[in-house]
């Protein structure tokens, strides 16, 4: 687990663009998986700034507010209106929960199966969530590929641990007075119950953009 200190997010930017246009450019066909929230404007920059064939490019979501279609709070809503160059594959299509649960779980386990190379952008909250998996969640103990639960804040559906697992690179971005706990808390050990964020120990490759650190943490 690699935190690099940035003061702005063109670093980062320009780090996914590379990765993403060097996986492209070599034909491969590439899984991108998007978060909400402070990842957005970085998102939209990167659809910008693609130049290699985008044909094998396959983009979705890391996790949903669950409701009707294009409603407000939406992730996928919200890159389309901040201008989000690319189709996205939705998790909302005006069906019920149990069918939604499905449709997702069916794209992710089709596109983590066939992907040469699978990339997932994630923000941490202050509480350490990461992705739609909230501390002492109904999520941290899922089983399978997507986990749904009606939370204080949203009713949320989200990839758990064993689909986070199965991506090739984890890149998240921090930054910010309320994430200084949140970037102290990724570098020891706690129980992912308690600190969801502590996934990215387990998985294969993982770049941690802040505005505080650069360190490599075992």
Same mark, same amino acid.
């Given at each position: 687990?690699?935190?690099?200190?940035?003061?702005?997010?063109?670093?980062?930017?320009?780090?996914?663009?590379?990765?993403?246009?060097?996986?492209?450019?070599?034909? $491969?066909?590439?899984? &991108?998986?998007?978060?909400?929230?402070?990842?957005?404007?970085?998102?939209?920059?990167?659809?910008?700034?693609?130049?290699?064939?985008?044909?094998?490019?396959?983009?979705?979501?890391?996790? $949903?507010?669950?409701?009707?279609?294009? #409603?407000?709070?939406?992730? =996928?809503?919200?890159?389309?209106? #901040?201008?989000?160059?690319?189709?996205?594959?939705?998790?909302?299509?005006? $069906?019920?929960?149990?069918?939604? +649960?499905? @449709?997702?779980?069916?794209?992710?386990? #089709?596109?983590?199966?066939?992907?040469?190379?699978?990339? /997932?952008?994630? /923000?941490? /909250?202050? @509480?350490? #969530?990461? =992705?739609?998996?909230?501390?002492?969640?109904?999520?941290?103990?899922?089983? /399978?590929?997507?986990?749904?639960?009606? &939370? $204080?804040?949203?009713?949320?559906?989200?990839?758990?641990?064993?689909?986070?697992?199965?991506?090739?690179?984890?890149? =998240?971005?921090? =930054?910010?007075?309320?994430?200084?706990?949140?970037?102290?808390?990724?570098?020891?050990?706690?129980?992912?119950?308690?600190?969801?964020?502590?996934?990215?120990?387990?998985?294969?490759?993982? +770049?941690?953009?802040?505005?505080?650190?650069?360190?490599?943490?075992?």
């Amino acid at each position: 687990m690699k935190f690099i200190k940035v003061s702005s997010i063109k670093p980062v930017v320009d780090y996914l663009v590379e990765t993403l246009n060097r996986h492209l450019a070599q034909g $491969e066909r590439v899984l &991108w998986l998007l978060s909400g929230g402070s990842f957005i404007p970085i998102e939209v920059e990167i659809s910008k700034r693609l130049s290699a064939p985008t044909d094998k490019l396959i983009v979705g979501l890391v996790d $949903e507010r669950y409701g009707r279609l294009g #409603h407000t709070d939406s992730n =996928a809503k919200q890159l389309a209106k #901040h201008g989000f160059k690319f189709g996205i594959e939705p998790v909302l299509k005006d $069906e019920p929960i149990s069918r939604t +649960i499905i @449709d997702f779980s069916n794209f992710l386990e #089709h596109n983590l199966k066939i992907a040469d190379f699978k990339l /997932g952008l994630f /923000g941490i /909250g202050p @509480d350490s #969530h990461i =992705a739609g998996i909230k501390p002492k969640s109904p999520a941290v103990d899922a089983v /399978g590929l997507v986990s749904h639960y009606d &939370w $204080e804040d949203y009713d949320r559906i989200t990839m758990t641990f064993a689909a986070l697992r199965q991506l090739d690179m984890a890149v =998240a971005y921090l =930054a910010g007075d309320t994430k200084k706990e949140a970037i102290e808390r990724l570098q020891v050990t706690e129980p992912k119950d308690i600190t969801p964020s502590q996934i990215l120990r387990e998985l294969k490759q993982v +770049i941690i953009f802040n505005d505080r650190i650069s360190k490599e943490v075992l």
